[in-house]
């Protein structure tokens, strides 16, 4: 189905609404008119399978017919946002609220703004949908599904949120709105300041009623953020904890793969029962390890442990973090006691906390510091076109200064 329709004759607001909408699921159907159908059902014949997710009235169009027409489908269609483009003033947001317009989108946004305007009406729109059966996501059978990527820690206090919140945004640059960052350490998970977001809705929401059964609903629970990625955060009180069962996880991860291209689970440190059941979904493992004794030996009774159970995802990435020859350990030592080659170093920096507790990820500001080029790096393993690649003594450049 088109999930969006515009409707509009200005071709160049047209090119950035198809810019917008390219690395989106679904598609943009548009309708080039100056003027509007009598009502929703003239132009809604025309599509194909069930009635769209977002109409966009573009620029260009009548305003008062644009509120007729918004009004009309409040009523009919209320399950569909409509999202009205025109220059904002006090009289038109009085106007628009009044025929149900679901927001305002200025005429000159850019393709990144008018991205994340449409993920959130279409929130609106799945949230109305809430009275559905359940299983009627029209996302419901997408093979596979999407790379699950578990970023672990036997011990805490390695930068596991750092390292979790960068990946996702710079794999939501690759795929714009298909990354999700689901935060897994009930107890005391920082995604949420990581990212500087205030979630209306938690993972203790998302896994039970509606959500559990149907995935648009459980698109309704997720945070949008700026960067073109969604996240699911942790309980605002570690006591919901005890309400999230490892059945809970394994059900959230299988909704999200046919939703997500991928899906970046912050897991709480140790291999608590959460770990466990992310594992069993996992298709990669992010290790990251501090350079000290208690991380590296942590890290090698981690892998010994999964693999005794069997449970160790077959893509496996060590990031070697806070890296530093003055702690008076080799790379070498790493690789030699954990029995596995590092991937990705990333050396001492004071911009990575400092950027965490800003709750702005390094690869989001593009800062210069020189952890940046081993996070860039970490995200090229997990681009399509990574297995393809040529890699010539891959881990002997890893180097620690």
């Known amino acids: 189905m088109s999930r969006f329709v515009l409707i509009t004759p200005n071709n ?19 309708f080039q008119a100056d003027y509007l159908p009598e009502g929703p059902q003239d132009f809604l014949r025309q599509l ?8 966009i009235l573009g620029p260009g169009l009548p305003a008062d017919e644009s509120l007729r027409l918004a009004s009309i489908m409040d009523l009919q269609y209320p399950e ?3 999202v009205l483009v025109v220059p904002e003033s006090s009289d038109v947001v009085i106007k628009a609220m009044r025929a149900g317009v679901r927001d305002l989108l200025d005429p000159d946004a850019d393709p990144d703004v008018i991205r994340i305007m449409l993920e959130r009406a279409s929130l609106a729109a ?56 689901v935060d897994l350490d009930l107890q005391f998970g920082d995604v949420a300041s990581g990212l500087m977001l205030e979630p209306e809705h938690t993972i203790t929401d998302a896994v039970v009623g509606a959500a559990s059964e149907d995935s ?25 904890m005890d309400k999230i069962t490892g059945e809970h996880v394994s059900r959230l991860l299988a909704q999200l793969r046919q939703e997500f291209q991928y899906i970046i689970v912050d897991t709480a440190p140790g291999l608590g029962e959460h770990v466990l059941a992310t594992l069993e979904h996992a298709t990669d493992a992010v290790w990251i390890c501090g350079m000290d004794i208690p991380s590296i030996r942590g890290l090698r009774t981690g892998f010994q442990i999964l693999n005794e159970l069997n449970l ?58 020189p952890a940046t080029k081993g ?22 450049r890893a180097v620690v200064q």
């Open 12 to 30: 160049d607001f047209e090119h950035r609404a198809r810019l917008a909408t390219s690395g989106m699921h679904g598609s943009l159907q548009t």
């Open 48 to 55: 194909v399978g069930e009635p769209p997710e977002v109409l």
């Open 80 to 82: 569909i946002s409509v």
């Open 126 to 181: 799945a949230g109305r949908r809430r009275g559905l059966a359940p299983g009627t996501s029209e996302h419901a059978d997408h093979g596979e599904g999407g790379r699950v990527i578990a970023v672990m820690s036997p011990k805490g206090g390695v930068g596991k949120t750092t390292v979790a919140t960068n990946l996702a945004i710079g794999l939501g640059k690759a795929a714009p709105m298909g990354v999700v960052i």
């Open 216 to 240: 648009m609903v459980l698109k309704t629970y997720l945070t949008v953020h700026p960067a073109g990625i969604y996240a699911l955060c942790a309980p605002r009180n570690p006591v919901e």
């Open 312 to 369: 160790m995802p077959a893509r496996r990435h060590v990031v070697l973090n806070m890296a530093d020859r003055r702690g008076g350990l080799t790379l070498q030592d790493v690789e030699a006691t954990i029995n596995a080659p590092v991937d990705v170093v990333l050396p001492r920096s004071k911009s990575l906390p400092y950027s965490t507790n800003k709750g702005v990820p390094l690869l989001q500001d593009s800062s210069r510091d």
């Open 375 to 396: 996070l860039r790096k970490l995200v090229d393993r997990f681009k399509p076109d990574w297995e393809a690649r040529t890699h010539k003594q891959l881990h002997r």
